[in-house]
């Protein structure tokens, strides 16, 4: 299980490094930098943060519960706005570890995997509008998804097809 962890970790970074290295357009760059952060903290933590340092004290689950709830009400405001773990643990006033175990107890998924599950569902949504001139690059980078063939395969694994399916749906309606 290590190892795999330790594999994604190398994954994230050299995926950096390439579109680092073949990324010709600063603004683009920039636009990305946000969400290539996001994805290496993830990875760090997914690697290098014990279960045990995520395990809730006893009795605290109703205190989660409300954060989450706190979390969520910030969350439905942003709408389909990039989500940053920092940026949400100061908008509902803790630090982003209490949050990652707020989202482990109640929800029994790591605060990166429960936020990008949010934006999936938020891309997911936009594609199914079918809006004119939308397309899935689009709505997963607006959604703070960089790496699309990540984006596609993640999508079918959660929905059952991909994204270009969905959009094609939503535009045919």
Known sequence: MKDE????????ILEMFCLAGGCGDLGQFETLSRPIQETFVAALDEALVTNSALRARPGSFDRHSRLIGRL????????????????????????????????????????????????????????????????????????????MGEFSMAYKSFFGEMPSETLRRGQSD
Do not use: I
């Open 72 to 147: 969520d009400e910030h969350l439905d405001l942003l709408g389909s706005a990039p989500l940053y773990s920092d940026e949400l643990a100061q908008a509902v006033g803790v630090s982003v570890r209490t949050l990652q175990t707020a989202t482990q107890t109640v929800h029994g998924m790591s605060l990166y995997r429960y936020l990008r599950l949010k934006r999936m569902w938020s891309a997911r949504k936009q594609l199914s509008t079918g809006r004119t001139g939308l397309t899935v690059k689009a709505a997963a980078m607006a959604n703070g998804f960089w790496h």
């Open 5 to 12: 962890l330790m594999q994604r970790l190398r994954a994230v």
